[in-house]
């Protein structure tokens, strides 16, 4: 008994596939996963037939091809996926993922929807051009051509537009890579705002600090 093998939640898929075969309606592949003998989860992915005799359907014919390691690759596969999404957001920088070709984004994580005061499906709809001071855009340009050709690694102090029409400052690391023969490049934006911040405060106690000296 064909049942006896698969696993509870299986059986109402398979009558429907042998009520679909045998209405003349069942087209391309179903899959099922089956009990083994040891319990372990077998996957298989089967094609059927009627068999007719004297003009009327005596038996259903069902030909199945164990499919079991590629489902666990896929699953491996998800969970690798999952792991580095999981990464990818909780990481503290904001990460953007753009094409080379038009710079459009097509991947962004939660550090850089919280920099820059967007959604992520309102990011995905912006590129390069969109997320800095225009009058910045010919600097920024360039640099982000350099970072795809590993001539840079990191542009720095690069102003960067936020939806609010604020504007703070990062570093940005880079990392190209290529998917399907497209070019992208991955960038990890680090506000240095606060940086710069303590930087020009310094610079202005050394200058107090020089003209006390020369008084």
């Known amino acids: 008994?064909?049942?006896?093998?698969?696993?509870?939640?299986?059986?109402?898929?398979?009558?429907?596939l042998m009520e679909s075969i045998l209405a003349g309606t069942h087209q391309g592949l179903m899959e099922f996963r089956l009990r083994h003998r040891d319990c372990s989860d077998v996957y298989v992915e089967t094609r059927g037939s009627v068999l007719m005799s004297h003009g009327k359907p005596v038996a259903i014919q069902a030909i199945a091809r164990d499919i079991t390691e590629r489902k666990q690759a896929e699953k491996t596969q998800k969970e690798a996926e999952l792991k580095v999404r999981t990464m990818f957001d909780s990481a503290s920088d904001g990460i953007l993922l753009a094409q080379h070709s038009d710079k459009k984004f097509t991947d962004a994580n939660k550090g850089i929807c919280r920099m820059l005061g967007y959604s992520e499906e309102e990011i995905l709809k912006l590129s390069v051009y969109d997320i800095h001071p225009k009058e910045s855009l010919p600097h920024v340009i360039d640099q982000f051509e350099k970072q795809i050709k590993e001539e840079l690694l990191i542009a720095k102090d690069m102003p960067v537009l936020r939806k609010d029409g604020s504007v703070f400052f990062a570093d940005i690391s880079s990392s190209p890579m290529t998917v399907s023969g497209k070019e992208f490049l991955l960038g990890m934006f680090r506000d240095i705002t606060e940086r710069k911040r303590n930087e020009e405060i310094l610079r202005q106690r050394e200058g107090e600090l020089s003209q006390k000296i020369l008084r």
């Open 1 to 16: 008994n064909f049942a006896s093998f698969l696993s509870e939640d299986q059986i109402p898929l398979a009558f429907q």
